[in-house]
């Protein structure tokens, strides 16, 4: 199974990012969205699709239908600068998948 | 506070083995499927193996199946991940990771350690 994600999208502070990650039929799947840093460990952002970790600002959110799942970063700000990664759990191949990550920048 | 503590890493040889650890604490460590992640130098992260919560499930990439366990010894809060025949392509940074709960599958890694370099270099 495989996940397909821009290299890269760059936005303005203030503005709104979308990240996006494409897989066959992936709305039939729980998406879980990651946030790495230079030089850090991932972390979590969003899971199951839309759901946010404790403690996460309501400006990251997410979306999954048909062939697409989304991530949204509204209001971007310097500190949202990072690589982000989704991932999917699939059953065919009991495999983790992640996705082939998206650059943030921050204009 | 959960912590995820991988200690292992190192420079080894082609062909060579080495045993990578993760030292769990602040978490019911027996009640959870833990994972290994890696990511090599400038790229991506790959997923490399999942043991669900009493190591009766285990879970392996194709790129190192039947080259790398995934082993856990819950009365020592510890994850382990042995691996034999190693090669170039396996210099990465190592993460160990939590599950969302004690079965292997459906699940996500929250959170994460900081990470073991392992080199594989002649």
């Known amino acids: 199974y495989v996940l397909t994600q821009p290299p890269s999208v760059s936005v303005a502070p203030g503005k709104t990012a979308r990240i996006s990650c494409g897989g066959n039929n992936i709305g039939g799947k729980s998406v879980h969205w990651y946030q790495q840093k230079p030089g850090q460990a991932p972390v979590m952002v969003v899971y199951d699709d839309s759901d946010r970790p404790s403690g996460l600002p309501e400006r990251f959110s997410g979306s999954n239908s048909g062939h697409t799942a989304t991530l949204t970063i509204s209001r971007v700000e310097a500190g949202d600068e990072a690589d982000y990664y989704c991932q999917v759990w699939d059953s065919s191949s009991d495999h983790y998948v992640f996705g082939t990550g998206t650059k943030v920048t921050v204009l | 506070q959960v912590q995820l503590v991988e200690s292992g890493g190192g420079v080894v040889q082609p062909g060579k083995s080495l045993r990578l650890s993760c030292a769990a604490s602040e978490f019911p460590f027996f009640a959870y499927a833990m994972h290994w992640v890696r990511q090599a130098p400038g790229k991506g992260l790959e997923w490399v193996a999942v043991?669900?919560?009493?190591?009766?499930?285990?879970y392996y990439a194709d790129s190192v199946k039947g080259r790398f366990t995934i082993s856990r010894d819950n009365s020592k809060n510890t994850l382990y991940l042995q691996m034999y025949s190693l090669r170039g392509d396996d210099t990465a940074v190592y993460y160990c990771a939590r599950d969302r709960g004690a079965a292997a599958g459906l699940g996500w890694f929250d959170p994460w350690g900081q990470g073991t370099l392992v080199t594989v270099s002649s």
């Open positions: 043991i669900s919560y009493d190591g009766s499930t285990e």
